[in-house]
């Protein structure tokens, strides 16, 4: 007893820790020894055969740690095998002779402080190894994390996670009343997001008929879900959920919609057939029929201009070659190309301007506007003074245009109609300014000086003078004016 209390009084009133001193060195020595006398105790305490035993280096730090494999790749220092099992053979408990074998620590094991898989690479290895892939560990979330996925939210709560961006499972909805509240609350927040996310979740975990008929008492989801069916689409669904609302007219207007999707044109000359018997309204009717009217016509046209321009029977199609078929145009697009190439044919031919204008019941002004484009473009005067010129019923003509002059005169300068044409059209503009500005902007000397001298206005018609060139017909004529 006795030497016990005299141990344990030395033991409370002993230091291992001393005053600084300048003159101390640094003992490696004595604290080599006190590490190895700390790891003495431990294994004294813990059976060395334990494997969850974390090994402990000089350093302090756990065996195979990332530090540790760090700093001993870093050392250089080795030790052999044997002199470890010799230590080992004579009770010495000491780890200073570590083995570290070029292969020897997995990556996992320098996480766990264990090597049990000797075949893999170490972490040294690993770093230098170009050509292989560094994987590092997946780092556990915190704690707080889990709620996102793990937490039975309430489903004004998870609306509300979802606004803000978070992570949320639906799975846990399971019942119809619980699915049904989440839509509900989801369109109470007016976060179109979130209504289509769970309208997706409604959509892959409901029967169609149950979730037809939840929506169709909830009309602003239900316009959520059409539009997304659109987008996606998604035909079939859409038409199934059409079907059930017994909305016929937006059915058929869908069903049209797919003619979009059919490249071949026989193919879709049969669809649209098919689809004037849908039940659109008289409005709608008449235009899918006129849409099957038009590519009818369309394939006949291009069959017969094909033929002609291989066969180079036409000097039109020699001169102009066309740029692109003519299947699957506008109608607009449509009387361009006729008024173009078949202007002069007789309104019994499908391909001709008139029986077009006639057909599709093409109003005046768009017929005018078009015809006048397409002679314009091949410079075909006579064309454009016809197609401007009407006869009243005592057989006196006259220039009318229903797009109005001053848009002739613009199509004609676009085409580089020469003065003369345009100073005609210029004459029949009934504003003043608007037809001073058109002549002064296009030169059309001679409608400027007859407007001045209409007015009787003496100054602008001595300004414009200083405008036309020296001795020329224009300054002759203004002065024949001023002189009078």
Request: charged fraction near 30%; aromatic fraction near 8%; glycine fraction near 4%.
């Given at each position: 007893?006795?030497?016990?209390r ?6 409370w ?15 490696e020595l004595?604290?080599?020894?006190e590490?190895?006398?700390a ?7 813990v059976?060395?055969d334990?494997d969850?035993?974390?090994r402990?280096?000089?350093s302090?730090?756990?065996?195979g ?5 760090i700093?001993e790749t870093a050392?250089?220092s080795t030790?052999?095998?044997?002199g470890?099992d ?7 408990s000491?780890?200073a ?12 094991s ?5 090597n049990?898989?000797p075949?893999?690479q170490?972490?040294s290895?690993?770093?230098t190894d170009t050509?292989v892939?560094?994987?590092?560990p997946e780092l556990?979330r ?5 709620k996102d996925?793990s ?9 509300r ?15 119809l009343?619980d699915k049904?509240?989440l839509?509900?609350?989801a369109v109470?927040g ?5 209504i ?11 029967r169609?008929?149950?979730l037809?008929r939840?929506?169709e008492?909830?009309?602003?989801a239900?316009?959520?879900?059409i539009?997304f069916?659109?987008?996606?689409g ?10 059930f609302l017994d909305?016929?007219e937006?059915l ?5 919609r797919?003619?979009l999707n059919?490249q071949d044109?026989e193919k ?8 004037i018997?849908?039940?659109f309204?008289a409005?709608d009717?008449?235009h899918?029929?006129?849409h099957y009217?038009l590519?009818e016509?369309?394939?006949i046209?291009?069959a ?7 066969a180079g029977?036409?000097e ?17 697009t449509?009387l361009?190309?006729s ?5 002069t044919?007789a309104e ?7 029986n ?6 093409i109003p005046?002004k ?9 002679r ?16 009243n ?5 006259k220039?009318?245009?229903?797009i109005?002059?001053?848009?002739v005169?613009?199509i004609l300068?676009r ?5 003369q044409?345009l ?13 001073l500005?058109l002549a002064t ?11 001045y ?9 001595t300004a414009?003078?200083c405008?036309?060139?020296?001795g ?6 203004i002065?024949s004016i001023?002189?009078?």
């Amino acid at each position: 007893m006795s030497r016990v209390r005299a141990d344990e009084e030395e033991y409370w009133h002993s230091s291992k820790f001393r005053a600084f001193t300048f003159d101390d060195e640094d003992d490696e020595l004595s604290q080599l020894k006190e590490s190895k006398r700390a790891v003495n105790s431990l294994r004294d305490i813990v059976d060395d055969d334990d494997d969850d035993l974390e090994r402990v280096s000089w350093s302090g730090e756990p065996v195979g740690s990332i530090s540790w494999s760090i700093k001993e790749t870093a050392s250089g220092s080795t030790s052999s095998l044997d002199g470890r099992d010799s230590s080992l053979q004579k009770g010495s408990s000491s780890y200073a002779a570590l083995p570290k074998q070029a292969s020897s620590y997995s990556l996992s094991s320098l996480f766990k402080g264990r090597n049990k898989l000797p075949s893999f690479q170490s972490l040294s290895d690993a770093l230098t190894d170009t050509g292989v892939k560094n994987y590092a560990p997946e780092l556990r979330r915190p704690r707080a994390e889990y709620k996102d996925y793990s937490s039975d939210w309430s489903p004004k709560d998870t609306v509300r996670r979802m606004q803000r961006g978070k992570v949320c499972s639906l799975e846990r909805f399971r019942s119809l009343q619980d699915k049904l509240v989440l839509l509900d609350e989801a369109v109470a927040g007016h976060d179109g997001n979130v209504i289509t996310a769970v309208l997706i979740f409604l959509k892959r975990t409901l029967r169609r008929e149950i979730l037809f008929r939840e929506l169709e008492v909830r009309q602003v989801a239900l316009c959520h879900l059409i539009h997304f069916l659109r987008e996606m689409g998604e035909q079939k669904f859409l038409l199934d959920l059409l079907r059930f609302l017994d909305r016929t007219e937006e059915l058929a207007l869908s069903q049209y919609r797919e003619h979009l999707n059919i490249q071949d044109v026989e193919k879709r000359r049969e669809f649209l057939k098919g689809c004037i018997g849908l039940p659109f309204s008289a409005e709608d009717t008449s235009h899918i029929q006129d849409h099957y009217t038009l590519l009818e016509r369309q394939i006949i046209i291009e069959a017969n201009d094909r033929h002609l321009e291989m066969a180079g029977q036409s000097e039109l199609f020699r001169k102009y070659p066309r740029k692109a078929s003519i299947l699957n145009m506008p109608l607009v697009t449509t009387l361009f190309y006729s008024c173009f190439y078949h202007y002069t044919e007789a309104e019994g031919m499908f391909s001709s301007p008139t029986n077009l204008k006639k057909t599709f019941k093409i109003p005046d002004k768009q017929y005018v506007l078009t015809a006048l484009a397409a002679r314009a473009k091949l410079r075909a005067w006579g064309d454009v003074d016809a197609l401007l010129t009407t006869k009243n019923w005592l057989g006196y003509t006259k220039k009318k245009a229903p797009i109005g002059f001053h848009r002739v005169v613009e199509i004609l300068q676009r085409n580089s109609a020469p003065v003369q044409v345009l100073q005609e059209y210029v004459r029949l503009v009934e504003d003043v300014e608007t037809r001073l500005n058109l002549a002064t902007k296009y030169k059309c000397h001679d409608v400027v000086i007859e407007t001045y001298r209409d007015l009787k206005d003496r100054i602008q018609l001595t300004a414009y003078k200083c405008k036309v060139e020296r001795g020329s017909a224009e300054e002759e004529k203004i002065n024949s004016i001023l002189n009078n």
